[in-house]
């Protein structure tokens, strides 16, 4: 009986392999969907010319020349997902550091239990 997938999302098998390649090497991934992809929509065509501005988050400020900004304080999430609680999802971090991390410590615990 099949299961019955988180988010009522769909399931695709994507290989990458040729139909002649040994079993061991036939490599494939597993796609999770909101619609099968028969049902996407057809590409729309873009000007020709994409923006070069930064369409995401504007840029973090750098620290004055005297200001010290260890690899802990320059730490910032740029985004997440899931539920930390069901130990599920991830996060995406970027740093900015211009100072040591004198007489501290940085430990990262994720996915442990």
Known sequence: ?????KYDLY????????FVAPRAENLSAWLYRMRPSVAHK???KLPPTPDPHQLAWHPF????GLKKVDFV?????????GDPTLH???AIHMYL???????KAFCNNDGTC
Request: charged letters at 20%; hydrophobic letters at 35%; proline letters at 5%.
């Open 11 to 18: 399931v695709e098998g994507l290989t990458g392999a040729s």
């Open 42 to 44: 057809g590409f729309r």
């Open 73 to 81: 304080q320059g730490l910032k999430t740029i985004a997440g997902n």
């Open 61 to 64: 400020d750098i620290p004055s």
């Open 88 to 90: 599920e999802g991830l």
């Open 1 to 5: 009986m099949p299961q019955k997938i």
């Open 97 to 103: 550091a211009n100072a040591s991390m004198e007489k």
